[in-house]
T-cell receptor
Framework: SQKIEQNSEALNIQEGKTATLTCNYTNYSPAYLQWYRQDPGRGPVFLLLIRENEKEKRKERLKVTFDTTLKQSLFHITASQPADSATYLCALVPNQAGTALIFGKGTTLSVSS | GAVVSQHPSWVICKSGTSVKIECRSLDFQATTMFWYRQFPKQSLMLMATSNEGSKATYEQGVEKDKFLINHASLTLSTLTVTSAHPEDSSFYIC??????????????FGPGTRLTVL
C-alpha cells in the first residue's frame, strides 16, 4: 500500500543544535516533495519544495534532501531556536496529473532554551 | 506572499444543522482549491478538489451529498457540511495553488476552521 511516514511523532532538542526530521514514502513516485510548518490551530505554511531530480535545497537555516533511491527526505534546521518549535509536515505530489498533496502525520519539534 | 482566508475560524453548531465554510484567495485567482480535514494529532486528509465552474472531485470515502462544495468564482470556494453530527467535528482547511495549474505548484493554505458539533 502507499504510505508516507514521518518516523518521529515528537523531537526535543536544545537551542543551537541541528534538528533533523525524516520522511519516508512507499509505493509512490513523487515528482515533488514539500515541507510545511504548522502551528497549533493554524493552517500549514509552505517552507521548501524539492524536485525528484534535485538532491538538496537550502533556505536560510533550513535544508532539505531528497533521495529517490532510499525513498526518503531529510529536513534539517540548523542553529535551532525556541521559535522553531512547531509541527513539521512533509507532503508529496504523486507522479500523476491533477492529484493534490498527500501529507505525513508530522513531527512536533520542541526546542528548549 | 499569497494569502488564503477562511471564514469562520471557529463554529459550534447543534447536531442536524448545516454549516458553511468559505475559502477565499485574496490576492490571486485559483481555478482549483483543495479541502482537507484534520483530526487531532493526525495528518491532513484530502476530502475533495474544488474546480471553478465544474463539479468537485471527491476522495474515496467522502460523501458528496454530505459535504457540498461550490466553487462559484476564481477566488471563492465553499464547503457546506450538511446535517452535521458530532463525528464531523474536526479542523477543516482549504488550500489553493498559486498559479492554478494544479497540484505541482506551491499551495497556500487557509488558517483553518474549527468545527464543533454538539
Amino acid at each position: 500500500s502507499q504510505k508516507i511516514e514521518q518516523n518521529s511523532e515528537a523531537l526535543n532538542i536544545q537551542e543551537g543544535k541541528t534538528a533533523t526530521l525524516t520522511c519516508n514514502y512507499t509505493n509512490y513516485s513523487p515528482a515533488y516533495l514539500q515541507w510545511y510548518r504548522q502551528d497549533p490551530g493554524r493552517g500549514p505554511v509552505f517552507l521548501l519544495l524539492i524536485r525528484e531530480n534535485e538532491k538538496e535545497k537550502r533556505k536560510e537555516r533550513l535544508k532539505v534532501t531528497f533521495d529517490t533511491t532510499l525513498k526518503q527526505s531529510l529536513f534539517h534546521i540548523t542553529a535551532s531556536q525556541p521559535a522553531d518549535s512547531a509541527t513539521y509536515l512533509c507532503a508529496l505530489v504523486p507522479n500523476q496529473a491533477g492529484t493534490a498533496l498527500i501529507f505525513g502525520k508530522g513531527t512536533t519539534l520542541s526546542v528548549s532554551s | 506572499g499569497a494569502v488564503v482566508s477562511q471564514h469562520p475560524s471557529w463554529v459550534i453548531c447543534k447536531s442536524g444543522t448545516s454549516v458553511k465554510i468559505e475559502c477565499r484567495s485574496l490576492d490571486f485567482q485559483a481555478t482549483t482549491m483543495f479541502w482537507y480535514r484534520q483530526f487531532p494529532k493526525q495528518s491532513l486528509m484530502l476530502m475533495a478538489t474544488s474546480n471553478e465552474g465544474s463539479k468537485a472531485t471527491y476522495e474515496q470515502g467522502v460523501e458528496k451529498d454530505k459535504f457540498l462544495i461550490n466553487h462559484a468564482s476564481l477566488t471563492l470556494s465553499t464547503l457546506t457540511v450538511t446535517s452535521a453530527h458530532p463525528e464531523d467535528s474536526s479542523f477543516y482547511i482549504c488550500s489553493a495553488p498559486r498559479s492554478g495549474s494544479g497540484s505541482t505548484d506551491t499551495q497556500y493554505f487557509g488558517p483553518g476552521t474549527r468545527l464543533t458539533v454538539l
